[in-house]
């Protein structure tokens, strides 16, 4: 049976092992590229587009 030691008193490289076992995966999954846009904000592409279906008009 192993001893009981704190958190605070344990080595770093101790430390560093326990935090990665506890610490969860995301699966391959990007949480930065999955932030919706912002619909209020002026998209400069869907504007270009927009002009030119009135050109081909």
Same mark, same amino acid.
């Given at each position: 049976? /192993?001893?009981?030691? =704190?958190? /605070?008193?344990?080595?770093?490289?101790?430390?560093?092992?326990?935090?990665?076992?506890?610490?969860?995966?995301?699966?391959?999954?990007? =949480?930065?590229?999955?932030?919706? /846009?912002? =619909?209020?904000?002026?998209?400069?592409?869907?504007?270009?587009?927009?002009? /030119?279906?009135?050109?081909?008009?």
């Amino acid at each position: 049976m /192993e001893k009981f030691v =704190p958190y /605070e008193k344990l080595s770093k490289k101790e430390k560093r092992r326990m935090d990665t076992m506890k610490r969860g995966t995301w699966q391959g999954i990007n =949480p930065v590229t999955r932030k919706s /846009e912002n =619909p209020k904000a002026y998209n400069r592409s869907k504007a270009r587009h927009w002009n /030119e279906d009135q050109c081909r008009a």
